[in-house]
């Protein structure tokens, strides 16, 4: 009797060969501009929810990292604007041109201390460059730290278009 195992994990090596080659191939795009969503929190919430329904929260500090990974060429960064949960504008944290050097890096810093985004904040950064380079890669750290804990995670920008 044939066993088809031998077919199935040369059909899932192949596939999971494909789809690297793609995913590969989606992250080294170029471009000389994008707007970039990125998800932020001022807090998040936790635990059982108190009598009024309300759950804790802890704030949190937002660390926002904007690198350029082109080994060539600079990009500028236009704006990169604050919304809070209801998707109104609390900061522009780049009012004039700012020019991000090959490989460098611009830092957003949000203090633990400053709740008025929200839990469903985010900023919206806009770049350009003068003919295309690697995208940027965007994240934010959030941060906690205390003596007794630490919480800390990150989301990650993805492009958006923008009419």
Do not use: C
Not at 21 to 33: I, T
Not at 89 to 94: A, C, E, G, P, R
Request: aromatic share 8%; net charge neutral; glycine share 6%.
């Amino acid at each position: 009797m044939l066993s088809i195992f031998p077919f199935r994990l040369v059909l899932a090596a192949t596939m999971g060969l494909v789809f690297s080659l793609a995913h590969a191939g989606a992250d080294n795009l170029l471009s000389a501009g994008q707007s970039i969503y990125l998800p932020v929190y001022s807090h998040v919430y936790h635990g059982e929810s108190d009598r009024q329904g309300k759950p804790s929260e802890t704030l949190v500090s937002v660390h926002v990292s904007i690198r350029n990974t082109d080994p060539d060429k600079a990009m500028r960064l236009v704006s990169a604007k604050y919304y809070d949960t209801r998707g109104r504008l609390v900061k522009n944290y780049v009012t004039t041109v700012i020019v991000v050097p090959p490989l460098g890096t611009y830092e957003i810093f949000v203090p633990r201390s400053d709740a008025a985004g929200g839990s469903g904040a985010n900023f919206l950064i806009a770049w350009l460059a003068d003919e295309p380079i690697n995208t940027p890669v965007i994240e934010a750290l959030h941060a906690d730290i205390r003596e007794s804990r630490t919480l800390m995670f990150t989301t990650t920008g993805t492009p958006i278009r923008t009419r």
